[in-house]
């Protein structure tokens, strides 16, 4: 039986590796067992964004999850991280993350620093598959979520995943990031 999630059907994501983007795809593999618990399902990338997507696929806000990369700098060096939230909070970026960085001043990240950075489109950057130096900040309601959506590299397609495996991404660090 093919698994729903809204109007949506899902697949194993590994079996459809033309819907992710390649360092997403090469993160997953490297997950071993684990990435049998990720899915992906195909949308119309005009509707990646997390409400419109939510609302044309009938999928709940409470079980998406949006990740936002942030830059800041200390001492001339580039701090990076990848922030995940459940799509009904926000990343708490001017305090909790700012300090877990430790830096000064803390930002979204430019559209195309983030995307070359991670080769990935914007609208779809995922934590699955951020480049190794980086932390993935997964906020505790997301790493608590049965099944999370998240972008999948592409805007072409969502991944979801358990929060489990959000929080067993490599350089993740579960904690209190959403406000």
Known sequence: MIPRLGTLDLVPALDRPDLLAAPVAAALDALGPAAGDAWVCAID?????????SEAYEVPLEVSAN??????????????????????????????????????????????????????????ITPVGVPATWPVLVDEHAAALERAV??????????????????????AEVGPYAR
Do not use: H, Q
Request: hydrophobic share 45%; net charge positive.
């Open 150 to 171: 998240i972008g999948s590299g592409i805007r072409g397609s969502k991944l979801v995943v358990p929060g489990t495996l959000l929080a067993a991404l490599p350089s």
């Open 45 to 53: 990338p005009a509707l990646a964004d997390t409400a419109a997507f």
């Open 67 to 124: 990740c936002v990369v942030v830059l800041g700098r200390r001492a001339g060096e580039e701090r990076a991280a990848a922030c995940v939230v459940r799509a009904d909070t926000r990343a708490d970026v001017n305090a909790t993350i700012r300090r877990r960085l430790d830096v000064r001043k803390l930002s979204f990240a430019p559209m195309e620093w983030a995307t070359e950075t991670t080769g990935m489109e914007y609208g779809g």
